[in-house]
């Protein structure tokens, strides 16, 4: 399974973007980026998806950098509910069914 | 907004004793997990089922575990004889026919093993 690699832990300030960094240098043509939060005491929670092109939808934007070998989570606004870790994870849509969950980057927001 | 939902929200047992975990997944899904998550542990896969099989499974789901889908709604998964060691938090989770769309998941069940 291609790595990913995330920061231990990011500060943010309420309302301000934030923008969450994600090196896959490993990634394969078939990878998908697949990021998931999970907020204190709850199960994974989808947060948005891309394998190519940069992809927007209500709760962020996912960058990925032109040769694909790292990608950016942005939060347009931060919020307190915004606490969470955050995890970047790679999976092959063609040969593998499983989402491999790595340490991800435990978000810290501040009123 | 549709959701899975999973039962018991905690469950207590005694080593040695069979427990099942229940989740109803969102209805028009296909496609069903579990995941585990140890205390201060990373969440890891454990199984998918698909088409009334498993599709994938990890090293971790060994002959102690089971699922099933029994009925139309719901999906579990048994834990024969249960280990100290299978103390964790137990997502269930569902997606529907489209190969890389999102994964739902359930908000957990604590097991815990004495």
């Known amino acids: 399974d291609a790595k990913t690699t995330q920061p231990n832990s990011m500060e943010s300030n309420e309302e301000e973007p934030v923008h969450l960094p994600c090196n896959h240098s490993?990634?394969?043509?078939?990878?998908?980026i697949h990021w998931y939060r999970q907020l204190p005491s709850q199960g994974p929670e989808y947060v948005i998806h891309?394998?190519?092109s940069n992809v927007n939808n209500r709760m962020a934007s996912l960058a990925i950098a032109e040769d694909r070998k790292s990608s950016t989570l942005i939060l347009h606004r931060a919020t307190l509910r915004d606490a969470a870790v955050y995890y970047c994870?790679?999976?092959?849509?063609?040969?593998?069914?499983?989402?491999?969950f790595g340490t991800g980057t435990r978000l810290q927001v501040f009123p | 907004e549709p959701e899975v939902t999973q039962t018991p929200s905690h469950q207590v047992t005694q080593m040695g004793q069979e427990v099942i975990l229940r989740c109803v997944p969102i209805s028009n899904h296909l496609y069903f997990y579990w995941y585990r998550q140890i205390l201060g542990q990373k969440v890891e896969f454990l199984v998918s089922?698909?088409?009334?099989?498993?599709?994938?499974k990890s090293e971790i789901f060994d002959d102690q575990f089971s699922v099933e889908r029994p009925d139309g709604s719901n999906f579990t998964l048994k834990i024969r004889s249960t280990k100290l060691e299978d103390s964790a938090m137990y997502f269930c989770a569902s997606r529907n026919l489209a190969n890389t769309g999102e994964l739902f998941f359930g908000e957990g069940s604590r097991l815990t093993v004495l």
């Open positions: 891309g394998l190519t």
């Open positions: 994870i790679l999976r092959d849509a063609y040969n593998t069914d499983k989402l491999i």
């Open positions: 089922f698909y088409n009334n099989e498993i599709s994938e």
């Open positions: 490993t990634i394969s043509g078939t990878d998908y």
